[in-house]
């Protein structure tokens, strides 16, 4: 799945994962999921409201994480495009995107996830989540 670094001015402030991907791919009853960022693994907690209103995770960490990949990759203005990949349970990987060359001619739809398959991105390894 095609997640991006949420930002409040030129702060990152969480993860965006979107409402399709979290009715996809986490359970309810999940409390917290591990991030594997690099060489790093991380337990980040899940607000009540990530299910509902706020499909985003926050964690001091993974936001100094990202605020470095945001910088490095997109200058520290625009938001960064991850693949985030089930790894089974509550376990995730999060990594670059990469472009998809077959589909850089669609449209941009309105809703955000659908923007990301505008781009043409797909999850790091080729397939498509």
């Not at 402030?13 to 986490?26: K, M, P, Q, S």
């Not at 089930?86 to 670059?96: A, D, Q, R, T």
Request: hydrophobic letters at 35%; a neutral charge.
């Amino acid at each position: 799945m095609v997640v991006t670094s949420q930002c409040c001015g030129h702060r990152v402030t969480g993860l965006y994962v979107g409402a399709d991907n979290v009715r996809r791919y986490f359970p309810k009853h999940l409390s917290e999921i591990e991030l594997q960022i690099d060489h790093l693994r991380i337990e980040c907690g899940l607000d009540p409201d990530f299910w509902q209103d706020q499909p985003e995770i926050h964690d001091p960490r993974l936001c100094v994480w990202l605020e470095s990949k945001q910088m490095k990759e997109a200058g520290s203005r625009n938001p960064v495009l991850l693949s985030m990949t089930p790894k089974g349970g509550n376990s995730f990987v999060l990594g670059p995107a990469t472009l998809n060359p077959s589909s850089r001619a669609r449209r941009a739809p309105a809703t955000v996830n659908a923007r990301h398959d505008a781009y043409g991105l797909q999850p790091q390894g080729g397939a498509a989540a």
